[in-house]
């Protein structure tokens, strides 16, 4: 890392600074910028930014971080009022990152202006933090401090939860996806391109053609940066969309929805095609007959860049079109009667698993999926049922599937596959939890003190028994598919008058977007205790404890804490007094549940304090 103290840089030619630094001070300005704007015009507002941060005087001198310094202080400024950014007649775009990329993009979004800065300063540029705090309290910010501590939880937050180190940050951000002058050019409006045709006739046409083109321009750019989905409806853009040839995945090493073949019966329609990509353009905003439906917590918003073309057929008596972007699937659909319709959800996880296939709506009480290429030999079964059946697969897409419906509990249904390219050819399982993505379902069993116990697929043993009872612990996960669900089964044995068994159901999201819930399975599975955003039960905190009240059969009440192999000791405090044990910990009986706090308090067999959830 740099320090701007330890070494002068030598001043040069504002004019030479510029042109030599200047995609750096474009990405600097690109992501500390207004993370709320349309991307199209954050993307021009960096450039613009750092054109207004050039001194006027050609002669004037200037080191890179005085150039740096004027960036900073041009992109974090905010206006009460700006005039629209002028763009050119292309649109421009920037490039589709990996998973990664916009894990980062997506935490970087999520902080302040000035903590965005402190995390370029360090990261980005290798300052070290005390040359960063200088370069902000230069700046005359009071909150610099507050910042570099923003920043630098960010920065553990993703190397914690997302195993993506300080390097491989920088290295991410270096890439095209964070470039802006690395961009994707569109088609151009239509109406532009009429109105400067229009011009040719006559040199006076021309110039009052040119009055009015650039008066739309500036009112539909405007209105385009308060509101995209309005403005892209008033252009009526049509967007191009991208078609992937059958064996384009064989030839990549990420495997994620952009690298599905474009299939259906229909798939070379392009006016099939271009209405579904027209009517997610406009996003609902229009007067075009197309029901708009946005679910899953997305929005929705226009695609961001070429969707790329999934499916387009027939299904069960449907015209569909299935599209995606980078984070959304869009399901586009013709009805008999002339209904047409748009849902908008959430992509899948993107790695290999939960990209291994989408539910498509197949009529009441149904589901079929749409298989990624490297996906083979489906079967289905309820969460419940007790034998797997295969599917028929035409064209990518599988027979119809029950889903079943009217159930207090989730019950599925499950889907199994192959494949060669993920779960090393054994079969792995994904669950349908009503979602356009479905969720990689897990199982880790009671693991040994010390042993490094990985997740295994749902198969594993113990795994289908110890699944079959926990549909209630999901009762709350249908809406958004989350990416992966782990049963993490911490204790099994003897408890009161029976047998028991301690779950813990990790259902992991993007980002921070996790929950954890513990479940005592008996005769009656309950969640007795929830926690949200939290590491707990995952590859980072593998033992954990977890306490809960219960009633035996004659109303006596109990305090029960027990964990995992790992936990040595336990204690148990209320008000009733403090007991100290070994898994299970079990207090009581007493006639009436004590009153006041419970605090439990665990060790492992290393003597370091064990997490509890209660």
Not at 339 to 348: D, G, H, K, N, Y
Request: with cysteine.
């Amino acid at each position: 890392m740099g320090s701007e103290r330890t070494s002068t840089p030598s001043a040069a030619r504002a004019g030479s600074v510029f042109l030599r630094h200047y995609d750096r001070l474009v990405r600097i300005a690109y992501l500390v910028g207004h993370s709320g704007r349309a991307p199209q015009a954050r993307l021009v507002r960096a450039h613009r930014d750092v054109q207004r941060a050039l001194p006027w005087r050609s002669e004037r001198e200037l080191t890179y971080p005085e150039m740096r310094r004027r960036v900073l202080r041009t992109a974090t400024r905010r206006r009460p009022f700006q005039l629209p950014v002028l763009v050119t007649w292309a649109w421009h775009t920037t490039v589709s990152g990996s998973a990664a990329h916009r894990t980062v993009a997506g935490g970087l979004a999520r902080l302040a202006p000035h903590a965005r800065a402190a995390y370029l300063l360090v990261v980005v540029e290798g300052l070290t933090r005390a040359d960063a705090l200088l370069v902000m309290r230069d700046l005359g910010w009071p909150d610099a401090d507050r910042a570099m501590v923003a920043a630098a939880e960010l920065v553990a937050r993703l190397r914690d939860e997302r195993a993506l180190t300080g390097g491989q940050q920088r290295a991410l951000l270096a890439e095209s996806p964070a470039d802006p002058t690395v961009v994707r050019l569109r088609a151009p409006d239509p109406l532009g391109v009429r109105l400067l045709r229009a011009g040719r006739i006559a040199l006076v046409a021309a110039a009052l053609s040119l009055v009015v083109a650039l008066v739309m321009v500036i009112l539909a750019v405007s209105r385009a940066e308060r509101d995209p989905a309005g403005a892209r409806h008033a252009a009526t853009t049509e967007a191009a969309v991208t078609r992937v040839p059958a064996d384009a995945w064989t030839g990549t090493s990420e495997l994620t929805l952009a690298s599905w073949p474009s299939r259906g019966a229909r798939s070379g329609d392009d006016a099939l095609v271009q209405a579904a990509s027209s009517a997610w353009q406009v996003g609902g905003a229009g007067d075009d007959g197309v029901a708009v439906t946005a679910e899953g917590g997305t929005a929705a918003d226009p695609p961001v860049g070429s969707p790329t073309l999934l499916f387009a057929g027939p299904v069960d008596g449907t015209t569909l079109v299935v599209l995606a972007d980078a984070t959304r699937v869009a399901t586009y659909a013709e009805r008999e009667g002339g209904t047409r319709t748009l849902t908008v959800q959430p992509a899948p996880a993107q790695d290999e698993y939960a990209t291994s296939a989408l539910r498509i709506p197949a009529g009441p009480g149904k589901a079929r999926y749409l298989l990624a290429p490297w996906a083979t030999a489906p079967q289905a079964r309820a969460l419940t049922g007790a034998d797997w059946h295969g599917l028929a697969v035409e064209d990518g897409l599988t027979e119809a599937v029950a889903v079943p419906e009217g159930e207090r509990c989730w019950n599925g249904p499950l889907l199994r596959l192959r494949s060669t390219s993920a779960g090393q050819g054994q079969p792995y399982t994904l669950g349908d939890f009503g979602s356009a993505g479905l969720a990689h379902l897990m199982y880790v069993p009671p693991r040994a003190p010390g042993a490094v116990t990985q997740p295994n697929e749902l198969d594993a043993a113990g795994g289908p028994a110890a699944w079959s009872r926990l549909g209630c612990a999901l009762a709350g996960a249908p809406g958004r598919s989350p990416g992966s669900v782990t049963a993490w089964e911490l204790w099994r044995g003897r408890l009161l008058q029976g047998t028991a068994s301690v779950v813990c159901v990790r259902t992991a999201g993007p980002g921070s977007a996790n929950r954890v819930a513990a479940v005592v399975v008996s005769d009656t599975p309950t969640v007795v205790a929830a926690a949200s955003g939290t590491r707990l039960c995952s590859r980072y905190t593998r033992d954990v404890v977890v306490g809960w009240w219960t009633r035996d059969a004659r109303g006596q009440w109990y305090h029960v804490a027990a964990g995992s192999q790992a936990v040595r000791r336990i204690s148990v405090e209320t008000s009733a007094g403090t007991r100290q044990g070994t898994s299970p910990l079990v207090s009581g009986p007493y006639d009436r549940r004590p009153a006041g706090k419970v605090t439990v308090t665990a060790t492992d067999d290393k003597g370091e304090p064990v997490p509890v959830l209660a």
